[in-house]
């Protein structure tokens, strides 16, 4: 069975709004972990060559 990636995304997206407006907390919290690294340059994505 193939997974449509498009229609996929789109129910992880209502998910995660359902999360935030259970517990805002916590997506802030994750949001905030998910954006740390690219502050401090400590996490920056790798090109493979």
């Not at 709004?17 to 690294?37: I, M």
């Amino acid at each position: 069975m193939m997974l449509d990636w498009n229609d996929y995304r789109k129910q992880v997206l209502v998910r995660i709004g359902e999360v935030g407006k259970l517990s805002p907390d916590t997506l802030r919290g994750y949001q905030e972990l998910s954006n740390a690294g690219a502050k401090t340059g400590a996490l920056v994505p790798r090109r493979v060559s």
